[in-house]
């Protein structure tokens, strides 16, 4: 079975990075899915060690794992919860949550109530432009009334989510932020205290560091992978460490893998590695068009980046093995002709860890 491995000296450094970005602004350490597939707990630990006191998550289960292992610094549910029993769980575990709409205010009301419990903290979700979850920015009279309609609940901040701050164009992540400032200012005026203002994520809090306001949301910049330009030097802190399973000597004109869809040009030693798709071995994460309107361009980008895209190379010391063919599930053939490795040896991969299966072991390094 492959692991994955997590660099922690690099890990480090892109927290340095990130410190240095944010400024007085607090960092919020976004762990949605297994934490970037850093590992829940364990990044959370690693993380809070460093003095990172604010997590936010999507799921109440992930939020109540936290708080069992020991996080002791805010978490804050990005989600909206509407169960009763949810809501009690949540408020049992000190978890922060979020207000989307006005019958989300009423549900944590009836619980906070239930409970008898007061100054239940709870932040205002802003639907910006993001067309996912919260209040809309035109919509303040409806977010004051929810606010005074809640005795048990204290406001302890707002937020809303950037849609677009990897783009070009910059107009709709000023109109967003925009939009979000002047609410904050109603919302003031009217008397509700925002303590946590937040909109930025990682490609905003490097493009837009006007933008951090009280908080800056961060997930892809801890594990080095950011989808836009880096000018900082983040680094990548994953690799998928994967063993050498067999080897061969293959004639020229032989195929390899599924699909009939590679034959080697030359005679070749070739090595089988344990790490395959399901391990997220050169998996990688496709837009899907939406009506967008602009299909053939889509389209376009897409045979480019099929054309341009590199098998993944495994690597041993500094020499570098290509994959051959497609890989297969759970393994993959690389071209060890130029150095040869033996069963048993240890071959690494890039890789990003969101898709690596969490059955797969993390081991910090
Ligand atoms: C995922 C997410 C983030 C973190 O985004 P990154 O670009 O990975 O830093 C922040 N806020 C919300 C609401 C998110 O869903």
Redesign the pocket.
């Known amino acids: 079975m492959p692991a994955l491995t997590i660099d922690k000296n690099a890990l480090e450094h892109n927290i340095s990075l990130i410190r240095q970005l944010a400024g007085d602004a607090d960092i919020i350490a ?1 762990l ?1 899915h297994n934490a970037y597939g850093l590992g829940l707990c364990s990044f959370a630990a690693f993380l809070q060690k460093r003095g990172i006191r604010h997590f936010a998550v ?1 799921d109440l289960a992930d939020a109540t794992a936290l708080r069992k292992s020991g996080i002791a610094g805010n978490i804050l549910l ?1 989600t909206p919860l509407y169960d009763f029993n949810d809501i009690i769980t949540a408020i049992l575990h000190d978890i922060e949550l979020s207000i989307t709409s006005p019958s989300c205010a009423e549900a944590l009301e009836s619980a906070a109530t239930y409970l008898n419990r007061f100054a239940v903290p709870a932040q205002l979700c802003i639907d910006t432009g993001f067309g996912r979850y919260g209040f809309l920015p035109q919509d303040s009279s409806r977010i004051i009334d929810a606010v005074y309609t809640m005795h048990h609940i204290r406001i302890t901040g707002i937020f809303s ?1 950037l849609h677009a701050s990897a783009c070009r164009d910059e107009s709709c992540v000023r109109k967003q932020f925009a939009d979000f400032t002047a609410l904050c200012e109603t919302l003031s005026e009217a008397g509700i205290a925002l303590e946590q203002r937040h909109i930025s ?3 905003s809090l490097l493009k837009f560091p006007d933008m951090r306001l009280d908080a800056v ?5 801890f594990v080095g992978r950011l989808s836009v330009p880096d000018t900082l030097g983040f680094q990548e802190v994953c690799r998928l460490t994967a063993h050498i399973t067999d080897v061969h000597t293959l004639p020229a004109g032989h195929n390899v893998g599924y699909g009939n869809s590679f034959r080697l040009r030359r005679p070749a030693i070739t090595a089988v590695t344990d790490a395959g798709y399901c391990h997220g071995l050169g998996v990688k994460h496709t837009h899907y068009p939406g009506n967008h309107g602009c299909a053939p361009l889509y389209i376009l980008r897409r045979l480019k980046q099929t054309i341009t895209s590199k098998a993944p190379c495994a690597r041993y010391q500094d020499k570098l093995f290509p994959v051959l063919g497609q890989i297969c599930m759970n393994c993959s053939i690389i071209d060890i002709t130029d150095c040869p490795l033996s069963v048993g040896d240890v071959v690494t991969f890039p890789i990003n860890p969101v898709f690596v299966d969490s059955e797969v072991a993390r081991q910090y390094v």
């Open positions: 976004v949605k999507t990005l989510h994520s990682s490609s949301r961060i997930g892809s910049a």
